[in-house]
């Protein structure tokens, strides 16, 4: 299994790279980057940092670990000039993008930033259409749609491309959304419990069966809030509340639900680090994870 960090946007850019370059010199094998423009609960004026500019930051300084979007909003950016963007960040670091995208969700945001929020279905019908543009720039080179598109192209050109696959991770839980799973993804990324990821793992075979994919072919990843003491760190029984899933306990504890999580068929654990503190707190917390809990299921 592998085991990566996603730091939490609200952080100050500099103490994203820290983190992102500890959970490099430390053995970690990836960072992600969640993409909103503001919070979705009060304060709604606190800090947010930006995720694309982030990944690139990261990428940059950070030269061995995967570097990933937790993921794009499919509404803040038409998938053909996201292509060519993840073309460029691509060359910077070859075969360590993973491009994330989902169908958008955060209602507060898109209104104050004035950017349209469509119904769900026409969320997933432009998500779906936006995985085949992005697929196609990026494989291909060039891309042209069909008139009743949602996305206009005509003989798009992409150049320079990717030397290596860029591949296409999907944020996504419900019914149909996992058909589109199913149809594009490269990876599949989930909040869920291992029963959780037991039941939505079932949906997306089903799916994998009607579009004739082989789901062996999909990589699956997981978060969960994991909360280890730390003198910074928010009491765990705030995030009991939260209703997220918890990866919380004694050592044993934690061990246990991780074998939970790979027999459901886990690939990669994803830690947020909303529950470990700040600073050196942060820092100790994720080394804590790492070595004391983690270790038994690396590789």
């Not at 005509?154 to 419900?174: C, I, M, N, T």
């Not at 419990?193 to 089903?206: C, D, F, I, K, M």
């Amino acid at each position: 299994m592998r085991f990566s960090v996603w730091p939490l946007n609200h952080h100050p850019i500099s103490d994203i790279i820290d983190v992102c370059a500890h959970a490099e010199r430390t053995g970690w094998d990836g960072v992600w980057m969640a993409d909103h423009l503001m919070p979705s609960n009060p304060p709604l004026d606190a800090g947010v940092t930006e995720c694309w500019t982030a990944m690139t930051a990261i990428a940059a300084v950070v030269p061995r670990v995967r570097v990933g979007s937790l993921v794009l909003g499919n509404t803040f950016r038409h998938p053909a000039v996201l292509a060519k963007m993840a073309a460029t960040l691509a060359s910077l670091a070859p075969g360590r993008l993973v491009l994330g995208i989902g169908a958008g969700w955060q209602e507060n945001e898109h209104r104050a930033y004035g950017i349209d929020l469509p119904a769900p279905r026409l969320r997933l019908e432009r998500l779906d259409e936006a995985c085949t543009v992005v697929r196609r720039l990026l494989d291909g080179g060039t891309a042209s749609s069909e008139p009743t598109a949602h996305y206009r192209l005509d003989e798009a050109h992409l150049a320079p491309r990717p030397s290596v696959r860029v591949p296409l991770l999907l944020g996504v839980k419900g019914d149909r959304a996992l058909r589109l799973a199913a149809r594009h993804a490269d990876e599949w990324n989930v909040w869920a419990s291992p029963e959780t990821l037991v039941e939505r793992t079932a949906v997306l075979l089903r799916h994998c069966e009607a579009e004739g994919r082989d789901p062996s072919t999909i990589s699956r990843s997981a978060q969960a809030i994991v909360a280890l003491p730390a003198p910074s760190a928010p009491p765990a029984d705030r995030w009991a509340r939260s209703g997220m899933p918890l990866l919380v306990g004694s050592i044993t504890e934690m061990q246990d639900r991780l074998g939970a999580y790979l027999a459901a068929g886990l690939d990669e654990m994803i830690v947020p680090d909303f529950a470990l503190g700040t600073g050196a707190a942060r820092l100790d917390a994720l080394d804590r994870f790492l070595i004391d809990v983690a270790a038994p299921f690396r590789g």
